[in-house]
């Protein structure tokens, strides 16, 4: 079966960095959409970014774009998301999440599209 582990969550100071790496075993992890999405206190699981199976396409949410960078390695099966200048507004439960083909931006961005999930890393950024 397909597992995800996440890792590399903690606590960081604003505009601090950290990051995040999600392993895959149990599936063909080069065919897989990968992605991440968090979950902030109080809120509603919400869409990070995404990226294509061979790294050539992305998408990022508006409040992340420009600060938060995905990219993967195909030949160790994993993901990764590099999280700069963070702010206590990223403080959330990360997770990774992967399905086995590319679809609209759109469709991408929602939970129910993904197969399978993580079982999340906690971020914590203190002002």
């Known amino acids: 079966q397909v597992q995800l582990v996440e890792s590399g969550g903690g606590l960081v100071q604003a505009a601090g960095s950290l990051r995040l790496s999600c392993a895959v075993s149990?599936?063909?992890?080069?065919?897989?959409?990968m992605a991440w999405f968090r979950r902030a206190p109080g809120k509603e699981r919400e869409f990070v970014t995404v990226i294509s199976w061979n790294g050539a396409s992305s998408y990022y949410s508006d409040s992340v774009k420009g600060r938060f960078t995905i990219s993967r390695d195909n030949a160790k099966n994993t993901v990764y998301l590099q999280m700069n200048s963070l702010n206590p507004e990223d403080t959330a439960v990360y997770y990774c999440?992967?399905?086995?083909?590319?679809?609209?931006?759109?469709?991408?961005?929602?939970?129910?599209?993904?197969?399978?999930w993580g079982q999340g890393t906690q971020v914590t950024v203190s002002s």
């Open positions: 999440a992967a399905r086995r083909s590319w679809l609209t931006a759109q469709a991408l961005r929602a939970i129910e599209t993904y197969n399978y």
């Open positions: 149990g599936g063909p992890f080069s065919s897989y959409a």
